[in-house]
């Protein structure tokens, strides 16, 4: 039995990944009559109210993905070449792996920062592309210096996601079903691939 608050993966006509949303917006899409199809497996059967002519009982099971009809008015901006998604600590963290980008550990979000790379005081912008996630250590030793002036090897590039990547960045226990689905909209090069890949495949 999954618990309540597992997230039902919203997708527009096409399959396009658009966001994550509860239970409850999920049946009120399918009571608007606004999914079109589902797919993934059942995560829910609500019961509802007894009809009095036929004595049976409403019932409505919500599957993992909802593909939804409607206007997606950002679609088009979602899709652009130009779209940069909102950029957060716990967003930036995910994307790193919870790995500092310097000596390589993992750590708990309350002991990561977001590090400019190239530093703010020269001119480093507070953008996906310029920022990694570094321990508290190693973003304090590096300072307002540049990888290379503080002698730090910068383990990975960095890099803005796209909707679907950042979408799978937004989730919160993400299931298998819901993570093939999106990994089939990642691009090809993308670096989440490789490790979803060794997540699947150890």
């Known amino acids: 039995m999954l618990p309540l608050n597992q997230q039902v993966l919203r997708t527009d006509l096409a399959g396009m990944p658009l966001e994550w949303v509860d239970y409850r917006t999920a049946a009120r899409l399918y009571f608007l009559g606004q999914v079109a199809y589902s797919c993934g497996d059942p995560l829910f059967l609500l019961r509802g109210g007894i009809n009095a002519a036929t004595q049976t009982q409403s019932r409505l099971r919500i599957h993992s993905i909802i593909a939804t009809v409607g206007l997606h008015r950002s679609l088009n901006k979602l899709q652009s070449d130009d779209y940069v998604p909102p950029l957060s600590n716990r967003t930036l963290f ?9 000596c390589g550990q993992r750590f708990s979000p309350r002991l990561l920062s977001r590090d400019h790379v190239r530093p703010s005081s020269k001119g480093g912008e507070d953008h996906w592309n310029n920022l990694v ?25 960095p890099f803005t996601p796209t909707h679907a990547e950042y979408v799978y960045l937004m989730g919160r226990n993400v299931l298998a079903d819901q993570m093939e689905f999106l990994r089939a909209h990642f691009p090809r090069y993308s670096p989440l691939l490789r490790r979803l890949g060794r997540e699947i495949h150890p």
């Open 133 to 157: 996630t570094a321990c508290i250590r190693c973003n304090n030793y590096k300072a307002g210096r540049s990888p290379e002036d503080a002698g730090m090897e910068l383990l990975a590039v």
């Open 94 to 102: 995910q994307r790193d792996d919870h790995m500092c980008m310097y």
